[in-house]
């Protein structure tokens, strides 16, 4: 059973750069496409990048398009979202999570809630 672990969030200035980090566990994890997610106080969870299970298709949202990179590392069993010139509206919970089925992952503008696996989530606070 495949099993994420987030880490790499923290309190940043505006400007900086974070990259943020969903290890995946179990032996079918790498057939998983994954994408990260993130709720800020108040708004409902959204959709930020992922990543196909195959490293071969990426997609993020608009709002960090150009200024982030998603990518995996097989070997490592890990998922990384590089996210660049963050802003105090980048300030959320991060979360990554994994399904089999890549429409669903990268599903917009609602997030479908029910992927097959979910992470606990990391806090990213960007500060003036």
């Known amino acids: 059973q495949v099993q994420l672990i987030e880490s790499g969030g923290g309190l940043v200035r505006t400007g900086a750069s974070l990259t943020l980090s969903c290890v995946g566990s179990?032996?079918?994890?790498?057939?998983?496409?994954v994408g990260w997610f993130r709720e800020a106080p108040g708004k409902e969870r959204e959709f930020v990048a992922a990543?196909?299970?195959?490293?071969?298709?990426?997609e993020y949202a608009d709002s960090v398009q150009g200024r982030s990179y998603i990518w995996r590392d097989a070997a490592q069993k890990t998922v990384y979202l590089k996210m660049n010139i963050l802003k105090i509206e980048d300030t959320a919970v991060y979360y990554c999570?994994?399904?089999?089925?890549?429409?669903?992952?990268?599903?917009?503008?609602?997030?479908?809630?029910?992927?097959?696996?979910w992470g606990q989530g990391t806090l990213v606070t960007v500060s003036p």
């Open positions: 179990g032996e079918t994890f790498r057939m998983y496409n």
């Open positions: 990543i196909d299970w195959y490293a071969d298709d990426r």
């Open positions: 999570a994994a399904d089999l089925n890549w429409e669903r992952v990268i599903a917009r503008p609602k997030v479908d809630m029910k992927l097959e696996v």
